[in-house]
């Protein structure tokens, strides 16, 4: 079964329009979401899509969100994933996900492939961890899992988030309420590279996702006294940057701990930064990962008391706050089959494997049946200026979304 064409060169065009789309003041590609140079790629992305026949436009929440309409009314399929990135970060996480979602949607054209169903394109709106801390702003948008309490969550300036949004053309007071009806869709696929040596080091070209990570993420304060540095005894000191010290070690600690478990200690600032003065107040912003949440609430409940540990023998103030725990996220089994045939039959080598990076397809598996198929990173290198997708391997991997798609279309037509 021949169900369209995928060309390298235009993925190649559109992956290379969207690098020069960068923060240039900044290492690597950089375009993290609130950024003047995210709104142009979003824009950018919708260029794209309306390019590809697409019905696009940005929605209430930053998403950009295209649509082909199918030859039956009713019933959706989404494919899509994110164009920010994290600072200094590379071309490909997140971008051949909406650069190939849009790839495939042209092949289907020329190709004369007609869905029964209606195709959904989408480009996410601040899938990484933005500057409040907060990931996957647009998936939780729309499935109606994006709280108040987040907007008032504030970045190093004190700036609420919600707040900070009109920078990115989003309406804070319609954010919450821009949630879409998924009740229509059968399936949500997301294409991404895995970030990891997995696939490369097993010969793999195709990744079939069988559980996303969960994730725990915390804020640390801890308030000790300014003091001389000469003067004040060693003894007597109460200082801050020390506890926060203390508890960045317990991170990896308790993560070193554990078979699967990841921990790191993303962000570390202390206050005066200044040589010659004891470090008044240090903030300390963290993660644990890992695929069982009994060890995730395990890990948060030790550092927690890590940390009052480093405080208390230091007289510095500790004050912990955990945002939700998000659980480990098992991809629909029924899609994964279908995955799997459409790869199969493509003549792929394909793998099994853990997602220890978060996507935004977790937070759409809540609410949708939902798959992911991976392509390999070479050296397993992400969130790096290196990080590296062969271009022949994005190609696969969106005829692997093209076939599976189409076999989603067919095998779930609406009765
Ligand atoms: O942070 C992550 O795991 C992902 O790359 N957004
Ligand atoms: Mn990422
Ligand atoms: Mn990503």
């Known amino acids: ?42 824009y950018e992305v919708l260029r794209m899509m309306r390019g590809a026949g697409l ?37 490909f996480d997140g971008n051949i996900g909406v650069v190939g979602a849009i790839e495939m949607v042209r092949s289907f054209r020329e190709a004369d492939v007609q869905l029964d169903h209606e195709l959904v394109v989408v480009a996410f709106f601040s899938e990484e961890p933005n500057r409040f801390g907060l990931s996957c702003i647009g998936s939780r948008a729309m499935t109606g899992r994006l709280r108040p309490a987040d907007l008032d969550r504030t970045d190093g300036h004190g700036l609420r988030f919600g707040d900070a949004l009109p920078t990115a053309g989003i309406d804070p007071s319609r954010i919450l309420s821009c949630a ?20 490369e080091s097993h010969g793999s070209q195709i990744g079939l996702v069988e559980t996303i990570t969960g994730i725990s993420r915390f804020r640390a304060l801890f308030g000790g ?35 699967h478990g990841k921990g790191t200690t993303g962000s570390l600032t202390f206050t005066p930064e200044a040589v010659n003065v004891v470090t008044e107040r240090a903030e300390m912003v963290g993660e644990f990962r890992g695929p069982e949440s009994g060890w995730l609430r395990h890990a948060c409940e030790t550092l927690t008391e890590a940390a009052h540990l480093e405080g208390s023998a230091r007289n510095v103030t500790v004050d912990v706050e955990w945002l939700p725990q998000q659980e480990p996220v098992p991809m629909n089994e029924r899609l994964l089959d279908v995955c799997a045939a459409a790869v199969d039959e493509l003549g792929f080598r394909r793998s099994t494997l853990f997602s220890g990076a978060e996507h935004d397809a977790a937070i759409m598996a809540q609410v949708v049946p939902t798959a992911m198929l991976f ?16 271009l022949n391997d994005i190609t696969a991997g969106t005829t692997a979304l093209a076939h599976t798609i189409f076999r989603i279309d067919r095998f779930d037509r609406p009765a």
């Open 1 to 42: 079964m021949r169900v369209s064409a995928p060309l390298a060169e235009r993925i190649e065009f559109d992956l290379d329009t969207l690098a020069g789309i960068v923060d240039t003041d900044r290492s690597g590609w950089t375009r993290t979401a609130l950024s003047q140079v995210d709104n142009d790629g979003r």
């Open 180 to 199: 879409m009806d998924l009740s229509t869709v059968d399936a949500f696929v997301e294409l991404h590279i895995e970030q990891g040596p997995y696939l």
């Open 375 to 390: 392509v390999p990173s070479v050296a397993g290198r992400s969130h790096c200026p290196e990080e590296l997708t062969e």
């Open 225 to 259: 006294r300014r003091d001389h540095a000469g003067t004040t005894g060693m003894d007597v000191r109460r200082d801050a940057g020390c506890a926060a010290a203390g508890t960045v070690l317990a991170v990896e600690r308790i993560a070193s701990q554990s078979l």
């Open 55 to 91: 019905v696009a436009d940005i929605d209430g929440a930053g998403n950009v969100i295209g649509r082909l309409p199918g030859r039956r009314s009713g019933r959706s399929l989404m494919i899509g994933s994110h164009v920010d990135t994290v600072d200094g970060g590379g071309r």
